[in-house]
């Protein structure tokens, strides 16, 4: 790939230091260490950094709508994030490198057996603010109504609290949870959520060059290998072919 120029790198990061924002709250992308955090996206923001010859700050957050929340206070530089139309008002974004499910949590008991069912008058569906599978929600739902938690673990233990019926999330998550209680994910998924890198718009100069820098990241193996070393699974990973024109 093209070697980033000065003036790229200034762009990207203006501070000498490239500060990465890693979300948490999604345990298919970064998970906490006793060394920090590690996962598929600190290996990329790693990566990211070595190509443009900086430090690496990893400035870590809880949830995905925290990262958001964050973008006036210009806490970071660049971002994984699922694309979603509300957040592409504020961030650019690349193209998609690896696509996730969101289902549903459910009481072991419950009636549903896939997720429409869920979209019905009376339900309850408990979600993370701000996340992927929140956002999509709250375009998407007819009859059923939302409650919502800062994190999606605080969104856990309030579904476990309350008289709720359902937790939304995504799918590694909910069977860690399904695992530890009496309850069960649904077998299909409401939504694929496609991750991608993001930019605050005032540097979508750079989103060029950073969109090579994602398909050389998949071509060479980068994110294989850091979907791999995290031990996640149920996971697609994207084509390093350049998305058509138009």
């Known amino acids: 790939m093209q070697p980033p120029s000065t003036a790229l790198v200034r762009l990207l990061a203006p501070s000498g230091t490239l500060r990465a924002a890693i979300n948490v709250g999604n345990p298919v992308l970064a998970q906490r260490a006793p060394e920090g955090v590690r996962g598929i996206t600190v290996d990329l923001a790693r990566h990211l950094a070595q190509v443009l010859q900086l430090p690496l700050q990893t400035v870590v957050f809880e ?9 006036a206070a210009d806490l970071w530089d660049v971002a994984f994030l699922a694309v979603d139309p509300v957040r592409a008002r504020e961030l650019a974004f690349t193209q998609p490198y690896l696509t996730i499910e969101a289902s549903f949590l459910v009481h072991r008991d419950a009636p549903f057996t896939r997720c429409a069912d869920l979209d019905a008058a009376g339900r309850v569906i408990v979600t993370a603010r701000g996340a992927a599978y929140d956002l999509h929600l709250k375009r998407e739902l007819r009859h059923a109504t939302m409650a919502d938690a800062a994190t999606p673990a605080e969104s856990l233990a309030m579904f476990r609290q309350g008289s709720f019926d359902a937790l939304a999330g995504v799918r590694q998550a909910l069977a860690r949870a399904a695992a530890e209680g009496p309850y069960r994910v649904l077998d299909d998924s409401f939504t694929q959520i496609r991750q991608a890198v993001a930019l605050p718009k005032p ?25 791999r070393d995290s031990g996640q699974t149920d996971v697609s990973l994207a084509s390093a072919d350049p998305e058509p024109a138009g």
């Open 63 to 71: 949830s995905a709508g925290k990262v958001t929340d964050a973008v």
């Open 203 to 227: 540097r979508e100069a750079a989103l060029p060059w950073l969109r090579e820098f994602v398909r050389d990241a998949l071509r060479t193996g980068v994110i294989e290998r850091g979907v």
